[in-house]
């Protein structure tokens, strides 16, 4: 039976954590969730062409959205993950993974006051 992967952080190294496994052949599940609601982005054009209005936001992310269910990388973006029990804010319970976590920074936009 092939290993069942999660990746928790839908970050740049999360989302390439999840590339990497399918790039070199991973058969099982692999799972990138993510607190976001958002597709993995990079933050640093994110945070100076985006944010200056020079760019749309989709070209700070990591791979379209749907690049992921192409690719059998199942996403959770939008949930919280408790380590201690290695259970989501959505239900979902994870039992024999392999698990990598990656923290993750927040970018946001200051809206004039």
Same mark, same amino acid.
């Given at each position: &039976?092939?290993?069942? *992967? ?7 190294? $999360? ?12 058969? $099982? #599940?692999?799972?990138?969730? =993510? ?5 993995? *982005?990079?933050? #640093?054009?994110?945070? !100076?062409? *985006?944010?200056? =209005?020079?760019? #749309?936001?989709? !070209?700070?992310?990591?791979? #379209?959205?749907?690049? *992921? ?6 996403? &959770?973006?939008?949930? @919280?993950?408790? @380590?201690?029990?290695? @259970?989501?804010? !959505? $239900?979902? $319970? ?5 698990? @990598?976590?990656?923290? !993750? ?9």
């Amino acid at each position: &039976m092939a290993p069942r *992967y999660v990746i928790i952080g839908a970050s740049l190294a $999360g989302a390439t954590a999840a590339i990497t496994l399918r790039d070199e052949g991973a058969d $099982g #599940p692999v799972t990138l969730i =993510g607190a976001e609601r958002e597709s993995p *982005y990079e933050r #640093p054009p994110l945070s !100076k062409a *985006y944010l200056r =209005g020079d760019v #749309p936001f989709d !070209k700070a992310l990591v791979r #379209p959205r749907a690049f *992921y269910a192409e690719h059998g990388i199942e996403t &959770m973006f939008g949930t @919280s993950v408790s @380590s201690r029990l290695w @259970s989501c804010s !959505k $239900g979902a $319970g994870f039992r024999w993974i392999t698990a @990598s976590r990656h923290r !993750k920074c927040r970018a946001f936009r200051e809206e004039p006051t």
